[in-house]
């Protein structure tokens, strides 16, 4: 039996003294019965937006969808409940949400609104509310929808891909007539978004089992609409001579995601698109029948800045993204000079060197190649050793201020020639980035 913790129950008696009836409702009673961890509380009761707001001094309601968020507070942390009165569902015009909302009378009826029978549940403390077979879904391991799929995700076009990331975050398969529907539909997500579609696609991404969502947006339909770099990069064929490929180009980037050791999204999204260049520079001699892939990496820069562009990411997640895909494609050799390698550091920047890495092991991994090599360990080496150098004059242990203090100098152009200078000399290894030492440089420099 499911039991509350005692702040929930204290919160539902609230409703219960005045004489409404309330639920733990969707995600928080699947939580509960899976036994996992529930962060996001929700509830659904039969108090009007108005009613539940009297209820509590602290509350907030910005939204026509019935939804009040009370803030509460559990040993010092504050979390926020979600109360929304009974809805039932009227028509649909754009594909996302209802032209009005109407209230509903019975927690049945909201329930039916709902999108997958593994969310139309209900609990007040006491009594499951399962009209649709969710409790058996779960145990099932299966996604369904209520009702008629098509009806289901012609309301909401979301749904599709709310189903794909459901079933992936969850480790579940999708049922068969809600699969065939997301299919027929597939298209429709066209008309969702990039915003909407990104938060759906980064929870996949985050999850334990992302390559296999995005395997099932594959075979959806879904990857075609909302990633279709990634879906043409399937049957590209990279096995030749003299190359260490298993895969085609799609499979391997999957299952380069697959094996990425970082939890990051954006790592993780671009470990997925990294090769996503090899299908325009795919090239295949016909006497020797080795292909080639030339430049691929910056066919893919450009791309990945058309993806970042489309699902709406911020500024700093473009710049990694793109960053990430465009050097992916770096070599480890140990004739390479500390120069060279200083230069891929200043290319990817010193926050990312780890990410970069991360790429590169899903990228081995996913090629059917060991996770090293006594190269890869030797370069990550000289990476450590090359960054105890300045990378910039904003680097040096002493700035302008120091400049103009010792020498008596105002401000000027001058400053920053006599810090390139001494910057030069600590890159070239003639002096140490020492105060000490690069005082007294500069005044060699100045006299």
């Known amino acids: 039996m499911m039991q509350l913790p005692s702040f929930v129950t204290q919160f539902m008696d609230t409703f219960a003294k005045h004489g409404y009836k309330i639920y733990a409702v969707g995600g928080t009673?699947?939580?509960?019965?899976?036994?996992?961890?529930?962060?996001?509380?929700?509830?659904?009761?039969?108090?009007r937006p108005e009613q539940i707001q009297k209820l509590f001094e602290h509350h907030f309601y910005n939204n026509q969808f019935g939804t009040v968020g009370v803030p509460i507070d559990v040993n010092g942390n504050e979390l926020v409940?979600?109360?929304?009165?009974?809805?039932?569902?009227g028509k649909y015009s754009n594909a996302r949400h209802p032209d009005e909302v109407q209230w509903a009378e019975t927690i049945e009826e909201d329930l039916s609104r709902r999108d997958f029978t593994i969310n139309a549940l209900a609990f007040d403390g006491k009594e499951l509310i399962d009209p649709f077979g969710g409790q058996?879904?779960?145990?099932?391991?299966?996604?369904?929808a209520v009702g008629k799929p098509?009806?289901?995700?012609?309301?909401?076009?979301l749904r599709l891909l709310r189903a794909v990331r459901q079933a992936t975050q969850l480790g579940f398969m999708i049922e068969e007539k809600t699969h065939a529907s997301i299919v027929a539909n597939a298209q429709n997500i066209s008309r969702i978004s990039g915003e909407r579609i990104r938060e759906e696609l980064f929870k996949i991404l985050a999850s334990p089992h992302a390559a296999d969502g995005i395997l099932l947006l594959k075979n959806t339909g879904l990857l075609h609409h909302i990633l279709p770099e990634v879906d043409n990069a399937f049957g590209v064929e990279q096995k030749s001579p003299h190359r260490h490929h298993v895969f085609d180009v799609g499979t391997?980037?999957?299952?380069?995601?697959?094996?990425?050791?970082?939890?990051?999204?954006?790592?993780?999204?671009?470990?997925?698109?990294?090769?996503?260049?090899?299908?325009?520079?795919h090239r295949k001699d016909p006497k020797t029948h080795i292909i080639?892939?030339?430049?691929h990496e910056v066919v893919g820069e450009k791309q990945a800045e058309k993806i970042a562009d489309r699902l709406r990411l911020s500024k700093d997640q473009k710049q990694k993204l793109v960053t990430l895909v465009r050097h992916h494609q770096f070599s480890v050799s140990e004739k390479q000079s500390d120069k060279a390698i200083r230069r891929f550091v200043k290319n990817v920047g010193k926050e990312w060197i780890q990410d970069m890495l991360d790429l590169r092991?899903?990228?081995?991994?996913?090629s059917g190649a060991k996770e090293t090599s006594w190269r890869t360990e030797l370069f990550k080496k000289r990476l450590v050793e090359v960054q105890k150098k300045p990378f910039t004059v904003h680097d040096l242990t002493i700035t302008g201020h120091d400049v103009m203090e010792e020498l008596s100098m105002k401000p000027g152009p001058q400053i920053g020639t006599i810090l390139e200078q001494l910057f030069e000399e600590v890159v070239e290894g003639r002096v140490k980035n020492e105060k000490k030492a690069l005082l007294e440089q500069m005044k060699m420099i100045s006299s």
């Open 252 to 281: 391997h980037l999957v299952e380069s995601l697959r094996h990425c050791p970082s939890s990051e999204v954006i790592t993780r999204f671009s470990t997925l698109i990294h090769d996503i260049g090899k299908v325009q520079t």
């Open 81 to 89: 409940f979600e109360v929304t009165t009974f809805r039932k569902e």
């Open 136 to 144: 058996d879904d779960i145990e099932k391991r299966v996604v369904r």
């Open 29 to 47: 009673v699947r939580g509960l019965l899976m036994k996992h961890e529930v962060n996001d509380w929700d509830f659904t009761t039969s108090a």
């Open 361 to 366: 092991t899903g990228d081995r991994l996913g």
């Open 292 to 295: 080639t892939f030339y430049n």
């Open 150 to 157: 098509d009806e289901r995700f012609g309301e909401d076009a």
